[in-house]
């Protein structure tokens, strides 16, 4: 399992990161943490593969995932 660094736009207060957390549970991902502009996931899928999966569901919301970064 590989964990990722996600740098995402659009959250502007705690709202935003409860809802971020539980977008990014609900779209399977093993949610670390989540913090203004970043969560850190775990999951078996490759960087580009996160990077459409994750940026879809979150552009859905009103979020932008910007950068996925390997750790």
Do not use: W
């Given at each position: ?10 959250m ?9 957390t ?5 779209s399977?991902?093993?949610v ?6 970043n ?8 960087p580009?593969?996160?990077l459409?999966?994750?940026?879809e ?9 910007t950068?996925?970064?390997?750790e």
């Amino acid at each position: 399992m590989n964990t990722y660094r996600l740098k995402i736009d659009g959250m502007g207060c705690q709202h935003c990161v409860s809802k971020v957390t539980n977008i990014l549970k609900e779209s399977g991902f093993e949610v670390v943490s989540v913090e203004m502009e970043n969560a850190r996931i775990k999951t078996d899928m490759t960087p580009a593969t996160v990077l459409k999966h994750a940026g879809e569901v979150l552009e859905d919301e009103g979020y932008m995932l910007t950068a996925v970064i390997a750790e």
